[in-house]
């Protein structure tokens, strides 16, 4: 039986369901080997064409980027609404 590797999406699915503070969604980064695989794509695009299964890949990581990107603003329009 094949092992499932957790995907960044995975894991920010993770991280979001844990209900974190809003502090630790402002300071929220995907793992290490997400970003090194994101800068694996983006070096290969650069030096060929990417395949149709890492042109996905990587469309998944940009709607991922967009995702947090949301959450952490509202996360810190939360919390300087918190502090007035």
Not at 25 to 33: K, L, R, T
Not at 36 to 44: G, K
Not at 52 to 75: F, G, Q, S, T, W
Request: aromatic residues 6%.
């Amino acid at each position: 039986m094949a092992v499932r590797q957790m995907t960044a999406q995975d894991e920010f699915i993770d991280f979001i369901t844990s209900l974190p503070a809003l502090q630790e969604i402002i300071d929220y980064s995907i793992s290490a080997m997400a970003q090194a695989r994101v800068s694996e794509l983006l070096s290969a695009n650069r030096e060929r064409r990417l395949t149709d299964a890492e042109v996905n890949e990587l469309d998944d990581y940009e709607r991922l980027e967009h995702m947090i990107r949301r959450a952490k603003m509202r996360a810190f329009e939360r919390l300087a609404r918190v502090g007035e």
